[in-house]
């Protein structure tokens, strides 16, 4: 079966832009969560979503949002951005929010320059 | 604060060699421990540990997690240079929230 996909795989915006990215989850995966892997942070979690609603959201701005829709699809925004959104931003996705399964995508490189 | 904190961060050992990497945790309603393997960017699944003292094995790498002190231990043995990568350790809270460490950084010499 095809795994998580992430679009675009490599990005860069300037300061002040907005960005959007996608992810795709594995097919009959419900839940989707977003990362963001930075050198010095490692791995912080964004938020998760489960049948379009967020059930999670981490320690972020409002500049950070996402919303998924009806076919699990789910896309991230980050608007205003500054130099330090540069990150791998990775999803994850698994059947529904009780399932330990998470399978990661290959990750969105955005540089903001 | 929740927090996950690995050990050492990174670590340099020729092929054969067995390694020990560290992954302590503080959580507020701790449901499960996890270990992933980043080589290029996608962290892939290696073990789950919900119960103390229950080691999982899979080929050489082997995970064991203590629930009272609060840490968990992920051994490779007879390394190989396909061993080579990221190894994160993630706690996943009641919240449904995982809490990843940082990752040890693996690299193995022929």
């Known amino acids: 079966k095809a795994g998580v996909t992430q679009t675009p795989r490599y990005l860069i915006k300037t300061r002040g832009q907005q960005v959007t990215l996608s992810c795709s989850p594995i097919?009959?995966?419900?839940?989707v969560s977003w990362y963001q892997q930075t050198p010095g942070q490692g791995l912080q979690f964004l938020f998760e979503?489960?049948?379009?609603?967020?059930?999670n959201k981490g320690n972020f701005p409002g500049r950070f949002s996402g919303r998924q829709f009806s076919n699990s699809r789910s896309e991230m925004n980050v608007s205003t951005l500054e130099l330090g959104d540069s990150a791998l931003y990775l999803c994850a996705s698994s059947l529904g929010p009780e399932d330990y399964g998470y399978t990661f995508g290959s990750g969105t490189r955005l540089t903001v320059v | 604060e929740d927090k996950v904190v690995q050990s050492p961060l990174s670590l340099v050992v020729h092929e054969g060699d067995t390694v020990t990497l560290n992954c302590s945790y503080e959580v507020t309603n701790f449901r499960s421990l996890l270990w992933y393997k980043q080589e290029k960017k996608a962290p892939t699944f290696l073990f789950m540990l919900t119960s103390s003292g229950i080691e999982k094995k899979s080929g050489r790498l082997s995970s064991i997690l203590d629930k009272k002190e609060l840490f968990s231990i992920l051994n490779i043995t007879a390394t190989q240079t396909g061993d080579s990568a990221v190894y994160l350790c993630?706690?996943?809270?009641?919240?449904?929230?995982?809490?990843f460490g940082t990752g040890t950084r693996l690299t193995v010499i022929p």
């Open positions: 097919s009959g995966h419900r839940s």
């Open positions: 979503y489960f049948s379009e609603t967020q059930r």
């Open positions: 993630a706690v996943q809270t009641g919240a449904n929230n995982l809490f």
